[in-house]
């Protein structure tokens, strides 16, 4: 019943983000077509937009747990590493972890759950010392939210980025889906790319590719000799599965991964059977990625227009069972 409520309070919540996107949109095509470019205060608005907690992101009943957390960036994100173990990891730590303990994405979809359960497996809140039976088996994207969720609090603009990790490129010629965060600087006035999984800071190009260059470098037969998987699949598809969610990300909604649209959740999926008008779409979507900002405003119309972007909940056990052939119960095989 818990996990039910959650998926209705997030239900709801994205109703109402979808809402006042559309009416942010409608008003910055009124005011200011270019979206920020020549007002201050219009960039002030949008990063007061990545400074609000999301559905996914907020605290509720638990935001307490962040009041005696560090200031600095790398050490929450090491503080994260100590509550949460990613589902690869977790392959290596049999020995110490509970029989059957697996994937747990799907069982928190929002912080506020992940905060509740890391509280009924060890009441210390954000302690060095939480035992690894009693951390949360969760990936990349639940780092994400986690560490955005903190910072929001104190009133810092993030935004989740999702993109291709790069970092095991050398030893297996492959970029993998991932997600990130980017953490806006107030004195540089930039934006900082922050990767709490892996426990990085100012992770730069040389370690992570944005999806839309992926996307355009593939459009111009310019890929490298690499293989691009995301926890979908692996080439095109991976590429497109990647840049829509950043597509996603880029107006907050902070959607769960394992909630694509449907066009892409298919056996079936071939670029070459793609509609013109579709592919059309997903290139303008990277153009405009490249710098999300400027371009925000748009970025919402695409979205608002085109209904065959819109995510299609599942079930993480569905979800997970279609990109590997297998059941949630047979994770570590």
Known sequence: MKRNAHSIKCQIYISLIILALATFAFACSNSNKNLPGNSVKTIKEILKLYSKQTPFTDP????????????SVDRICNLI??????PVEARQMKDVLPEGRDIEDGDFPTISAVLEELQNRDASGFTKNRQPEDRLVIACYHH???????????????RLRAGFARYF??????????????????????WISVDPDRNYTNVSSDQFEFPAEAWINFRNDELPEVTYTSSLTEGSQAILHILLLDHAFALADERN???TPAFLFTDKFSFE?????????FDRISNLLNDPVPNLNELQQLYFENDFLYP???SMEIYYKKMTGKSLDNFDE
């Open 169 to 190: 490129e050398k030893q297996a010629n492959v970029r993998f889906g991932h997600v990130i965060c980017q953490v806006w600087d107030k004195e540089e006035e930039q």
């Open 312 to 314: 299609q909940e599942r």
């Open 273 to 281: 059977n793609l509609e013109p008008g579709r592919i059309e779409t």
């Open 144 to 158: 994400a939210l986690l560490l955005a969720s903190i910072l929001r609090d104190r009133g810092i603009p993030v």
């Open 81 to 86: 590493k100590k509550q949460l173990i990613h």
């Open 257 to 259: 991964y394992w909630h």
């Open 60 to 71: 509720d009943e638990f935001g307490y747990l962040y009041d005696d957390l560090p200031e």
